[in-house]
């Protein structure tokens, strides 16, 4: 049950992950916090935003733009022609510019280019090539995936799924979400499974390789893919798909997983929430059950939010561990912090061609500091 960056972009809907009820881009205010409020339609896969200052920066995946939010709700472009852009941020300093592209083979769903591009000033550019660093590297190949020991009974019937059974990790990047860390950046590799460290000059260096997500399959599981009940009590280790990245106020970076295999209730919510500590290695579980989480953002109080895609809303976790809902909003991909402390989020069109057409969004939800807004250009 491979997954990489074809469970995010391209291939959200050809993976079969797509909700099996209608979505709609409009947005619901939970409990006492306030509606979100549309501050564009002229998106259509706003997969990451980045909000230093007063400027609110997106990359829209689909038509491969990474610009700026204007007053009117237009995106002033920045960078065009950049395939499969996700990733976006900004140097401490502001005068640097990165975002991730990724060019995927839409016959074969594999990815032929991804990176990391740093846009400095004047006409500096520089290309980080993480395909080519995992093509030599492949650091997840000390993970094992799929089943330990698995019956012929078991072997039979995957083989006929078309699911793979038993791999090391394989050679397969998707630079999704990037962030400023230190004096460089930090990339979270939805298809290496890899937290990449990229330098000031674009040399990448492998942070973190995060582990395998094991589920045990039960009698309901194998029932609803169509499996055996040999299938049944099996434990499956898929890959955990990293797909955002936050560098915390503690210097910790967080870390956003969409586990591998079918996204769906099918398995159950399994997307997870975990911290890194560079400085030790260590990688600790902070929350886990959602259905899809596709980016988060650190609020100004440590809170993390989580967007949800595949369950329509964005979850909060306390600093006590504790998650709630914070608010619904169908077709989530993308959630942002300011540094006035309200919270930002993006929503794609919807991705299953037999569900009504709906825009692409940006939304602002004014809560954290009550009454600041962040002005536009």
């Known amino acids: 049950m491979r997954s990489s960056s074809r469970a995010l972009v391209a291939g959200l809907a050809a993976a079969g992950l797509v909700l099996a009820t209608p979505v709609m881009a409009s947005a619901a205010g939970k409990g006492n916090h306030p509606d979100p409020e549309i501050r564009s339609d002229q998106v259509l896969a706003p997969f990451n935003l980045a909000l230093p ?12 733009i990474v610009g700026t939010l204007q007053d009117d709700g237009s995106i002033a472009p920045i960078a065009v022609d950049q395939p499969g852009a996700s990733g976006v941020d900004l140097s401490s300093d502001g005068s640097v510019l990165a975002f991730t592209t990724t060019l995927t083979d839409e016959e ?39 089943i330990d020991d698995p019956s012929q009974c078991v072997i039979d019937a995957f083989t006929a799924a078309g699911f793979p059974y038993d791999y090391m990790g394989q050679i397969d990047s998707h630079a999704y979400s990037v962030a400023a860390y230190g004096d460089g950046w930090v990339v979270a590799d939805a298809g290496a499974n890899t937290l990449w460290s990229v330098d000031a000059s674009g040399d990448i260096s492998t942070l973190a390789v995060l582990p395998p997500q094991p589920v045990v ?15 049944a009590g099996v434990t499956y280790a898929f890959e955990p798909v990293p797909t955002d990245v936050e560098v915390g106020a503690d210097g910790a970076l967080y870390v956003t997983t969409l586990p591998g295999g079918p996204e769906s209730p099918v398995l159950g919510a399994r997307g997870s929430l975990w911290k890194f500590t560079p400085s030790t290695g260590e990688l600790e579980l902070i929350a886990d059950g959602f259905l899809g989480a596709t980016n988060l953002a650190i609020g100004w109080k440590g809170e993390i939010y989580v967007a949800e895609y595949f369950a329509g809303k964005i979850s909060v976790v306390k600093k006590n561990g504790k998650t709630s809902d914070y608010v619904d909003l169908q077709n989530v991909i993308a959630v942002e912090t300011a540094a006035d402390g309200t919270l930002w989020a993006g929503t794609t069109i919807n991705l299953d061609p037999t569900l009504p057409p709906v825009p692409g969004t940006i939304v602002q939800i004014n809560d954290g500091h009550p009454g600041k807004h962040i002005g536009l250009n």
């Open 53 to 64: 200052g007063s400027e609110v920066y997106v990359a829209d995946g689909f038509p491969g």
């Open 217 to 231: 399959i039960t009698a309901e599981m194998a029932a609803a893919l169509g499996l055996p009940e040999c299938v």
């Open 108 to 146: 074969t769903f594999t990815n032929v280019e991804s990176g990391l591009n740093l846009w400095g000033p004047g006409d500096e550019k520089i290309y980080a090539d993480t395909l080519a660093y995992e093509t030599a590297n492949n650091p997840d190949s000390v993970n094992h995936y799929g």
